[in-house]
């Protein structure tokens, strides 16, 4: 059974800290989203990359914020330092080739920053 | 003017019911367009997607597009409990960017 993984699924952490985010997409898919959502600005996409290589980070803060994919198996999402309003949930997706249209969300990490 | 526009709802129907939901969006050149669902806790999930103006039907869902009104929606036919969820519009414009979500309540 295919499916995006996604961990922690929940994560609780104090102001300043760092928080790391891991994503496993679905095996022979290239194309890796990283999603936030809140109940007040919805579903927006912070960067996304294909064939390990970011190709549009223009939704991520970058003083605190990055994302890497070490390998094809891999995409993670850092918050240096964490901060109240970064509590959210945050999906990653993935997508075969230039097919971004058909998108698999993972089941999503809880973040709250206390 | 958000670029995806829904009405947040909640959009309260009878089972067996037809529940519509709605969108807009602002960029003319916007050229497909997609539904996901979303149960409470869960993640997004594609249920339908529309290129062209007119209808597509899948089952008990009809996707419409209306480019000249910049107008897409989701019917669902014959309404079952199971149906609610929130229903999130989404419109491709190089990555897609997603309405608020539409809250839709099915009672039996």
């Known amino acids: 059974d295919a499916r995006v993984t996604q961990t922690p699924r929940d994560k609780v952490t104090e102001m300043g800290q760092e928080v790391t985010m891991r994503c496993q997409p679905i095996l022979g898919h290239n194309t890796v989203f990283w999603y936030r959502q809140t109940m007040m600005q919805g579903l927006e996409l912070l960067a996304y990359f294909r064939n390990r290589a970011p190709l549009d980070d223009s939704g991520m803060p970058k003083d605190r914020f990055s994302a890497e994919m070490p390998d094809a198996t891999l995409a993670t999402l850092k918050i240096q330092p964490s901060e109240p309003r970064d509590s959210a949930v945050y999906f990653c997706a993935s997508a075969w080739g230039n097919v971004i249209d058909t998108q698999y969300f993972g089941p999503g990490t809880r973040l709250t920053v206390l | 003017q958000k670029e995806v526009e829904q009405n947040s709802g909640p959009l309260s129907v009878p089972e067996g019911a037809i529940a519509s939901l709605n969108c807009t969006y602002s960029d003319r050149g916007s050229q497909s367009f997609f539904w996901y669902r979303q149960y409470s806790g869960k993640s997004p999930e594609l249920i339908m997607f529309?290129?062209?103006?007119g209808d597509k039907e899948d089952g008990r869902f009809t996707a419409q597009l209306n480019k000249a009104s910049q107008y897409v929606s989701l019917l669902i036919r014959d309404s079952q409990p199971s149906d609610s969820a929130t229903y999130l519009c989404?419109?491709?414009?190089?990555?897609?960017?997603f309405g608020q979500g539409t809250e839709l309540s099915v009672k039996p």
């Open positions: 989404a419109v491709m414009r190089g990555k897609l960017i």
């Open positions: 529309i290129y062209s103006n």
